[in-house]
């Protein structure tokens, strides 16, 4: 099975700063990661697929890369609907796996 | 526009059954695989099983194989998960998502439903 570890797993960040997550794959997926977004008490929201690509409607603020194992998102100035928490997928084989999440909280 | 929505969920002992539908609408359900996932209170996100648009292949997280089976009914754009011999750990929101490519086998879910409750306890 392919391992997804995130990091950091909670950062604690001011509006208007700029915040990178990291997810690292245990062995190369190529580019087939997404990125969720997910706030308290809701469903996921998918933001990024193919390690690279917004989703429709989804706002240039959010930017992503990356290839084989090591994938960033970024969020380029954060706002107050940005905080929540953050997963990567991987979708290169099954089991698909998702990394442990990161939370992002104001500061 | 697209939705699924759970429903299903409820409080059951250890060792009882559930069944889990997806009711879909907005998009060309038969031409679309669907996933399972699931959410344990306070923790991240887990895949659960998914089914290829026609059924033909099914693929389940070694956690629950055996015990659930996915199964879809496109003539009435529903997604199941039969969950047999159900344990304490089960305990969790179950979401049902549309994968994000048609005929694909499997990659992400692009829409989510809100999530149906499952509650495993005596």
């Known amino acids: 099975d392919i391992q997804m570890t995130q990091s950091p797993s909670s950062l604690s960040a001011s509006v208007g700063d700029r915040v990178t997550i990291t997810c690292r794959a245990s062995?190369?997926?190529?580019?087939?990661l997404a990125w969720f977004q997910q706030k308290p008490g809701k469903a996921p929201k998918s933001l990024i697929n193919?390690?690279?690509n917004l989703q429709s409607g989804v706002p240039s603020k959010f930017s992503a890369g990356g290839s084989g194992t090591d994938f960033t998102l970024t969020i380029s100035s954060l706002q107050p609907e940005d905080f929540a928490t953050y997963y990567c997928?991987?979708?290169?084989?099954?089991?698909?796996?998702f990394g442990g999440g990161t939370k992002v909280e104001i500061k | 526009q697209v939705q699924v929505v759970e429903s299903g969920g409820g409080v059951v002992q250890p060792g009882g059954s559930l069944r889990l539908s997806c009711a879909a609408s907005?998009?060309?359900?038969?031409?679309?695989?669907m996933h399972w996932v699931c959410q344990s209170p306070g923790k991240g996100l887990e895949w659960v099983a998914s089914?290829?648009?026609?059924?033909?292949?099914?693929y389940y997280a070694d956690s629950v194989k055996g015990r659930f089976t996915i199964s879809r009914d496109n003539s009435k754009n529903t997604v199941y998960l039969q969950m047999d011999n159900l344990r304490a750990e089960d305990t969790a929101v179950y979401y049902c998502?549309?994968?994000?490519?048609?005929?694909?086998?499997?990659?992400?879910?692009?829409?989510w439903g809100q999530g149906t409750l499952v509650s495993v306890s005596s």
């Open positions: 998502a549309k994968d994000s490519l048609s005929y694909s086998t499997g990659s992400y879910g692009d829409y």
């Open positions: 997928q991987q979708y290169n084989s099954y089991p698909l796996t």
């Open positions: 089914i290829r648009h026609d059924g033909s292949d099914k």
């Open positions: 062995q190369g997926i190529r580019n087939y």
């Open positions: 907005g998009f060309n359900f038969r031409t679309y695989a």
């Open positions: 193919a390690a690279s």
